[in-house]
């Protein structure tokens, strides 16, 4: 039975939805990334862009920044953007998502559902982000004063084999946007050009 209970494809003939998920340390340019992809998607797709710091404001209020507290946001993260892939959403997820096995784990339980799980790994070196970094965040990380901040005082593991990595301090948005694109149509959720 379809989901409307009357038969036909309530979606319209819509493609099935995708996780795309940005990894990266903080100011390696996931959420400039997430957002210039979705103006490209959303004229094609019903697109929704998870940003850590709004899901950290909205879905994980009260989770701390120990290794289980960032685990249970990367794992509420990942529920949702099921959820959403499930009604043929495009979700692009920017969450700095420091742990390879709780990446792993979200990546298996979408796949497990049918969701096309692309990890794309965005990066940059440390003392680009420290210049990128207007809150100068890095700088009091570096300093001591600034506890559990990741990939200074806390560990930050690249993926073993992301879909794609982006070299933001070399290449241009626009050039790692459509190197996104590529991969999407190369993967299968997007028709090719």
């Given at each position: 039975?379809?989901?409307?209970?009357?038969?036909?494809?309530?979606?319209?003939?819509?493609?099935?939805?995708?996780?795309?998920?940005?990894?990266?340390?903080?100011?390696?340019?996931?959420?400039?990334?997430?957002?210039?992809?979705?103006?490209?998607?959303?004229?094609?797709?019903?697109?929704?862009?998870?940003?850590?710091?709004?899901?950290?404001?909205?879905?994980?209020?009260?989770?701390?920044?120990?290794?289980?507290?960032?685990?249970?946001?990367?794992?509420?993260?990942g529920y949702a953007a099921r959820l959403?892939?499930?009604?043929?959403?495009?979700?692009?997820?920017?969450?700095?998502?420091?742990?390879?096995?709780?990446?792993?784990?979200?990546?298996?339980?979408?796949?497990?559902?049918?969701?096309?799980?692309?990890?794309?790994?965005?990066?940059?070196?440390?003392?680009?982000?420290?210049?990128?970094?207007?809150?100068?965040?890095?700088?009091k990380a570096l300093a001591g004063e600034?506890?559990?901040?990741?990939?200074?005082?806390d560990p930050y593991e690249p993926p073993?084999?992301?879909?794609?990595?982006?070299?933001?301090?070399?290449?241009?948005?626009?050039?790692?946007?459509?190197?996104?694109?590529?991969?999407?149509?190369?993967?299968?959720?997007?028709?090719?050009?």
């Amino acid at each position: 039975m379809q989901p409307d209970g009357m038969g036909g494809d309530v979606y319209g003939g819509r493609p099935p939805g995708f996780i795309l998920w940005f990894t990266g340390l903080s100011g390696a340019g996931k959420s400039t990334l997430a957002s210039a992809v979705r103006q490209w998607l959303a004229t094609r797709y019903p697109v929704e862009v998870l940003d850590g710091d709004e899901v950290r404001t909205f879905l994980s209020r009260g989770l701390g920044f120990s290794k289980p507290d960032r685990d249970e946001n990367i794992r509420r993260i990942g529920y949702a953007a099921r959820l959403l892939a499930q009604h043929r959403v495009a979700v692009i997820v920017a969450a700095i998502s420091p742990y390879r096995q709780s990446r792993d784990e979200v990546r298996r339980m979408a796949t497990e559902q049918g969701i096309a799980f692309l990890e794309v790994y965005v990066r940059a070196p440390l003392e680009v982000l420290v210049q990128r970094d207007v809150k100068g965040l890095y700088k009091k990380a570096l300093a001591g004063e600034l506890p559990n901040f990741t990939g200074v005082s806390d560990p930050y593991e690249p993926p073993d084999a992301p879909e794609l990595t982006l070299q933001t301090d070399i290449e241009s948005l626009e050039g790692s946007v459509a190197r996104v694109l590529e991969l999407l149509r190369g993967q299968g959720p997007l028709e090719p050009a």
